[in-house]
DNA sequence: CTTATATACATAAGAGCATTATGCCTCCAC
DNA sequence: GTGGAGGCATAATGCTCTTATGTATATAAG
């Protein structure tokens, strides 16, 4: 996370939930997909994905498949079965962290 | 903070906020006042609060002036005048990505 | 009187997660 | 043949948080 060093730990979260809309993505698409959604803002450095990656792989979160693409190595990676209800209610308490967040910095939804 | 370990790197903007609107507040009361504001999910820590207030001390964004009142020591903390700007652009910033991460996140505003 | 709770500040040890800097490799356009 | 884009990875460093601990006063409960 590149341009502004606010948040730090929203970065599994935001994996967790790429690869929950996207069945299978691999590190570099993270990083793209991240700057066209944010509109360029939000850019992840690849320091913090790859280890990122790798310990929810650890973890048991995910699970990763490499596959050559055009001559390069590509490493998808994807949500484990049984972790379906967990990336929900980590969604669910982000959300709910935000909108608190928003309600004691005083910045009103929509704004 | 305790409740969710998300945002790390948003309490200092926490605290900026809360003396921009309060002019004066002490440790403790920013405390509880974070509490009462997110309805007693953000629990700020004592250990990251008081570091958080020397480092901004440190840096000449407050100054301190410490009161008795019934007996107990007061700390009290004020923004320094000429970082009333500085104080607006972070804010800006922070509600910038905190949109940004609501796009990516696909949370949509007001839910 | 003593104990618990709330108020109030502070610091040290440790962990987690990010930045920055590298390194390695391939493909393709100039 | 050089540079940029695609692609993965790790080490050094630093910031910020958690956890634990220490100090101290006021007040209510027993």
Redesign the interface.
């Known amino acids: 996370m590149n341009v502004?060093?606010?948040?730090?730990?929203?970065l599994q979260?935001?994996i967790l939930?790429?690869l929950e809309?996207n069945t299978r993505m691999y590190g570099y698409e993270i990083t793209q997909k991240?700057k066209e959604?944010?509109?360029g803002?939000?850019l992840i450095t690849e320091g913090a994905l790859y280890s990122a990656l790798h310990k929810l792989e650890g973890d048991g979160m995910l699970k990763a498949k490499t596959e050559i693409v055009d001559g390069r190595a590509r490493k998808y990676y994807m949500l484990t079965p049984k972790e379906g209800k967990e990336v929900q209610t980590k969604?669910h308490?982000?959300?709910?962290?935000?909108i608190?967040?928003?309600?004691?910095?005083?910045?009103k939804?929509?704004?």
Do not use: C, M, Y
């Open positions: 502004n060093p606010l948040l730090k730990g929203t979260t935001i939930k790429l809309d991240v959604d944010s509109a803002e939000l969604l308490e982000d959300r709910a962290f935000i608190h967040l928003q309600n004691v910095l005083n910045l939804p929509g704004l």
